[in-house]
């Protein structure tokens, strides 16, 4: 069976989405039960108001003249025609539409040609479609909630382009944002002016993947009334996504995926044609070729304007997320504390999911005081708990005052000839090698680390006489010399010793129903169940540099065989607890066939021992 496009996991059906509102207190038809207990239940589902407007954009990124237009669809309570006002959770998506099935590009197995593309490879998106449902609306419009959802620029019901992260993606949603401040224009399904005047204007946004990942673009906008966002599995920056110092890389499992992919593939607006230039330029400027950074880049780069957030986070993220990896949350979460914005952080053992799969009751209560505290300016205790939660094993949460947690120090590990992973520094040692060989995957590399073998090198601590915790972003820095086609290197950060870790979740035929429905739309959900399976290790992270880009992520200069060179990097941000007993292992190899590009084998990578080293956040 082929496989959904990465970014767009099926897991988005139980999407998330974030309410807060502008500066209108809390309507005097609210109960006063309300305001001391926490919002309750006391609207009727049923009769709740369901709307479509459009609203203008201040946009036309299709060049036909007229300013983009947003698809937006509304439940709200009833009550809010008769003066109780709503403040509103709001889930943007380029999904509600489906999915238009496009090629991968077939340039992985790199021979000397230039990047193109297969008529028949790829993923099969059309198999996928991100239906207008989930657990917000029955949730939260009982206790007092609108709940909002917008088609994308270029998807569904809206018109302009996809641009998979571009500005004016940016713009389109925080358009809806000031619609529900009074400040943009809207007509509704018969063409009338429609305004949101049931509305608090305090808005909060929220969801999974892409879904989250326009709530930190429209955060950096400092939009006012934008009170708060919850991203789960959101990208911070999109050349992180699909390139990594300087080298072309791909959501793990889905080889050849790029943003031109993901924009062609969302492109379910009437008369898609209208953005064949823009969906070309994309093509053009995304360059994977030398996979360098550019301006083209740095417009989805939403990390440098974390200073501008006025919103609160929720940040959510999965760590053993393959998909958008955990370096998203990492980068915001630090630039979203350089800035001092009032944040939050859950990071669960699962993949690419919503927490409400992994812990429903706890994320239910979580969100629904986090809402309330923002978006109904209630004081429901949850800005004093601790700042992170945190599933360091399945089922297992700790919380902290901090993240990473106290205590946490850089602590550097030398890479020595004799293959031990030594705490300190160490003198400089010979050199040691190994050849490249695309053909075989990380974990096949990383399964035994206390024999030889010619295709990595392996280097381990000895076990650990207590249990260690790794907390943050390592770092590693390789003296190295390289002869051959393969530019990269890889660095993998294992866990050596046997645990029952996490394989999956699985759904259970029992279900929670978490509200009231109606018949298309019953508020019940099935429970889902970790599958976990014992292993004699685990790679707990990894990264990647294209040596080209060893001074910097946008320029390239090329290496000279066999000379040396010293390369520093960074691998993904974790949190993982090494076992008493257990070893740490880093495994250093050149191609990594999940997530490179694959050049022609026997590219020899020589590194020097002793002078090499990682740093790892440790406690």
């Given at each position: 069976m082929k496989r959904p496009l990465s970014i767009l996991a099926a897991i988005v059906l139980a999407v998330t989405s974030g309410a807060f509102s502008s500066g209108s207190p809390v309507s005097a038809a609210t109960p006063a039960a309300a305001q001391s207990a926490g919002t309750q239940p006391i609207y009727d589902y049923a009769q709740?108001?369901?709307?479509?407007?459009?609203?203008?954009?201040?946009?036309?990124?299709?060049?036909?003249?007229?300013?983009?237009r947003v698809a937006v669809r509304i439940i709200r309570p009833r009550e809010s025609d008769s003066g109780v006002k709503v403040p509103v959770i709001f889930q943007p998506s380029p999904y509600y539409a489906g999915?238009?099935?496009?090629?991968?590009?077939?340039?992985?197995?790199?021979?000397?040609?230039?990047?193109?593309?297969?008529?028949?490879?790829?993923?099969?998106?059309?198999?996928?479609?991100?239906?207008?449902?989930g657990y917000l609306d029955n949730y939260f419009v009982p206790r007092g909630y609108a709940v909002?959802?917008?088609?994308?620029?270029?998807?569904?019901?809206?018109?302009?382009?996809?641009?998979?992260?571009?500005?004016?993606?940016?713009?389109?949603?925080?358009a809806v944002v000031d619609w529900l401040n009074g400040r943009a224009q809207a007509v509704d399904t018969a063409g009338a002016p429609a305004q949101a005047s049931w509305s608090t204007g305090r808005t909060g946004m929220i969801g999974v993947s892409y879904n989250a990942t326009l709530p930190n673009a429209v955060a950096t906008t400092g939009v006012r009334g934008l009170e708060t966002i919850v991203p789960i599995a959101g990208i911070s920056n999109w050349y992180d996504y699909y390139r990594a110092n300087g080298g072309v890389v791909a959501p793990g499992g889905f080889q050849g995926e790029d943003?031109?992919?993901?924009?062609?593939?969302?492109?379910?607006?009437?008369?898609?044609?209208?953005?064949?230039?823009?969906?070309?330029?994309?093509?053009?400027?995304?360059?994977?070729?030398?996979?360098?950074?550019?301006?083209?880049?740095?417009?989805r780069n939403y990390v440098k304007d974390a200073g501008k957030?006025?919103?609160?986070?929720?940040?959510?993220?999965?760590?053993?997320?393959?998909?958008?990896?955990?370096?998203?949350?990492?980068?915001?979460?630090?630039?979203?504390?350089?800035n001092h914005v009032p944040r939050k952080i859950w990071l669960h053992q699962a993949a690419h999911t919503d927490p409400f799969n992994v812990r429903r009751d706890v994320w239910l209560d979580t969100l629904h005081r986090w809402f309330d505290q923002w978006l109904y300016k209630m004081d429901t205790g949850i800005m004093r708990d601790p700042i992170a939660?945190?599933?360091?094993?399945?089922?297992?949460?700790?919380?902290?005052r901090t993240w990473p947690v106290p205590g946490t120090r850089p602590t550097t590990f030398s890479l020595t000839a004799s293959g031990a992973l030594k705490p300190g520094l160490a003198l400089p040692g010979p050199r040691r090698t190994f050849t490249d060989n695309p053909a075989?995957?990380?974990?096949?590399?990383?399964?035994?680390?206390?024999?030889?073998?010619p295709n990595r090198l392996a280097y381990l601590s000895q076990p650990l006489t207590r249990e260690t915790r790794l907390s943050g972003t390592p770092k590693i820095t390789v003296r190295a010399d390289l002869t051959g086609k393969s530019p990269y290197l890889t660095a993998l950060l294992v866990d050596y010793g046997p645990a029952g870790r996490y394989a999956g979740l699985r759904s259970l035929p029992t279900q929670d129903c978490i509200g009231p429905g109606i018949p298309e739309d019953p508020g019940c959900f099935a429970q889902r169940q970790y599958v976990t399976v014992t292993t004699p290790s685990e790679i707990v992270t990894r990264g990647w540099l294209d040596v080209r880009n060893r001074v910097s992520r946008s320029v390239t200069t090329p290496v000279r065989p066999g000379k040396p060179y010293t390369f520093t990097w960074n691998l993904q941000t974790e949190d993982h607890v090494f076992a008493a007993g257990h070893r740490i292992g880093v495994v250093i190899i050149s191609t990594e066939r999940d997530h490179t590009l694959r050049y022609p084998a026997g590219t020899e990578v020589g590194v020097r021992s002793g002078i090499s080293r990682v740093v790892l956040p440790l406690s």
């Open positions: 709740a108001i369901r709307e479509q407007v459009w609203v203008q954009t201040p946009v036309d990124s299709d060049a036909d003249g007229s300013p983009d999915l238009n099935d496009v090629p991968n590009h077939d340039d992985i197995d790199r021979d000397g040609a230039d990047a193109r593309r297969s008529a028949s490879s790829g993923s099969n998106r059309a198999a996928e479609s991100i239906i207008f449902s909002v959802f917008a088609d994308s620029l270029g998807t569904g019901g809206s018109t302009g382009c996809p641009t998979s992260g571009g500005r004016n993606e940016t713009l389109g949603m925080k943003l031109d992919v993901l924009a062609k593939a969302v492109l379910t607006r009437a008369n898609p044609e209208v953005c064949a230039k823009v969906m070309a330029g994309i093509e053009a400027q995304q360059d994977r070729v030398t996979g360098d950074y550019s301006r083209f880049w740095d417009e957030v006025r919103a609160s986070v929720l940040l959510v993220h999965g760590l053993h997320d393959d998909n958008v990896r955990t370096q998203q949350a990492g980068q915001w979460w630090d630039a979203l504390a350089r939660d945190v599933e360091v094993a399945p089922t297992v949460w700790r919380t902290s075989r995957t990380a974990e096949e590399l990383a399964a035994d680390a206390t024999t030889a073998a």
